[in-house]
């Protein structure tokens, strides 16, 4: 919807008036100041927790009069001529901020002369003159659109990491790490203490990716393994005897690895379907999203469905959600017969409301837009505690899965963890084409997962 704002001429303007405007300084605004204005004083930057607290850049805050000026008073057509400033306090992000201007003096030739300020919680901040050249008539314009803006940071995982940093390490059997990437990930998730890696592969092999990775391996356990089916085998049964608390991929087909896992004799899976789930930090999005099954089922059932929600709706209660909302996707938001997936998704809502699924609300059918958009949702007129605010999406197959988290990767900047879930530990799929930042969320969120389940917890 359109606003609009109106200015007032010279001859309009009277001695006395005044004009206000509030604003929330937000951690993001800093970030966008950084930016534009090129200042990356640490000090005006949000700090870790348990840092001292953020000073807002002076003039970030004194551009705050700029707006009332441009937009109340006078308001639009508006120049400014000079602006002197004394800066009284100081302003933190989170902090509520009013910009206020007053008219002190009419001069000739149009210019207009303001006392201006800026408070904060604490009381004044900011004080000054400014002279504006005033609009030569009044009216009212549309305020024009302008682009938005998305901060590309990742709160979530930064999150994530903090308090997977507080739990003990766990032991991570680590499969053919023989290669840079697949020996770069487990050692920078060490360093965070956030896994204790144990090596298994074929030792040469090994020390030559640290040598030529200039990585020191002398820290940890080397297991022998003859191939890479004979490394998976091994990684399993660390996991009976009670050495490996989780395991992680290296360098071999993703297929070895978990044909080990899932056999019927001496694997580890645990009466429940095996499946993948990944937890992304979208920029913008004010909650973690997860993603299922995109990396293992191909083309699940319906009771498999069920148990990649609940294997889901378990990891959510992991990383700190108490009743996760799972959307059902499909390309509608209606149940069609002539759509399969429709009906999975209707029955699969139900099957929740008869406590077959536990822990979460799930609900669907739901198209993509109005799982994850409210005012989508109120435009197509559904009711639904989980609609337009999704923290799991279920995909139909893996196929639409897998587009859905590289869509959302590729496109929306979103960062990406995620491990399996199903089995007698959590199981970690590293990616050649993960990040540093991905690589570290996996393991934080296997540990989170398996101090979860070693606590009671499904």
């Known amino acids: 919807m359109k606003q609009e704002m109106t200015s007032l001429s010279y001859a309009d303007l009277q001695v006395g008036m005044t004009a206000e405007e509030r604003r929330v300084c937000r951690a993001d605004d800093l970030y966008v100041f950084a930016n534009a204005s090129g200042n990356y004083n640490p000090m005006n930057l949000p700090a870790d927790e348990g840092a001292p607290e953020t000073v807002a850049p002076s003039m970030w805050v004194a551009a705050l009069i700029s707006a009332v000026l441009g937009c109340r008073l006078p308001g639009p057509g508006t120049l400014y001529l000079s602006q002197s400033l004394e800066f009284v306090g100081r302003a933190h992000a989170g902090e509520e901020l009013t910009a206020g201007v007053k008219l002190v003096e009419k001069l000739d030739g149009n210019r207009v002369k303001f006392d201006t300020w800026v408070d904060g919680s604490q009381g004044r901040i900011v004080e000054g003159q400014a002279v504006v050249l005033a609009p030569a008539t009044s009216g009212t314009v549309e305020r024009g659109d302008i682009p938005g803006l998305t901060v590309q ?15 003990p390490p766990i032991p991570t059997a680590v499969v053919c790490p023989e290669s840079h990437d697949a020996l770069s990930g487990p050692l920078l998730a060490a360093d965070h203490t956030l896994i204790d890696p144990i090596l298994i592969g074929d030792p040469a092999r090994i020390r030559a990716a640290a040598e030529a990775a200039e990585l020191d391996i002398s820290a940890f356990r080397i297991v ?29 087909h993703t297929d070895i690895l978990l044909g080990q896992v899932v056999k019927s004799t001496g694997g580890l899976r645990v009466g429940r379907r095996l499946s993948h789930v990944f937890v992304m930090d979208v920029p913008g999005l004010p909650h973690l999203l997860m993603v299922t099954d995109a990396a293992i089922n191909i083309a699940p059932d319906l009771l498999t469905k069920a148990d990649i929600i609940q294997n889901a709706i378990d990891l959510a209660h992991a990383l700190g959600v108490d009743e996760p909302r799972v959307g059902v996707l499909s390309a509608v938001e209606v149940v069609n017969p002539a759509i399969p997936s429709t009906l999975d998704a209707a029955i699969l809502s139900k099957m929740a409301e008869r406590g077959q699924i536990t822990g979460g609300l799930v609900d669907g059918p739901l198209a993509m ?90």
Do not use: W
């Not at 940071?153 to 739990?167: G, P, T, W």
């Open 153 to 167: 940071r990742h709160v979530h995982f930064d999150r994530l990491l903090r308090m997977a940093e507080k739990l």
């Open 224 to 252: 022998e393994a003859a191939d890479h089916r004979d490394a998976a085998a091994r990684a399993v049964a660390m996991v009976h005897e009670g050495t490996a608390a989780a395991v992680m991929k290296g360098d071999l």
């Open 369 to 458: 837009d109005n799982a994850i958009d409210l005012d989508a949702a109120r435009i197509k007129g559904i009711q639904s505690s989980v609609a337009g605010r999704a923290d799991i999406l279920v995909a139909p197959n893996l196929e639409a899965g897998n587009m859905v988290a590289k869509e959302l990767t590729f496109l929306a900047h979103a960062e990406a963890g995620g491990i399996v879930i199903g089995a007698k530990c959590p199981i970690i799929l590293t990616s050649r084409a993960d990040n540093e930042k991905a690589r570290l969320a996996s393991a934080a969120i296997a540990a989170l997962y398996a101090a979860h389940k070693a606590g009671g917890r499904k």
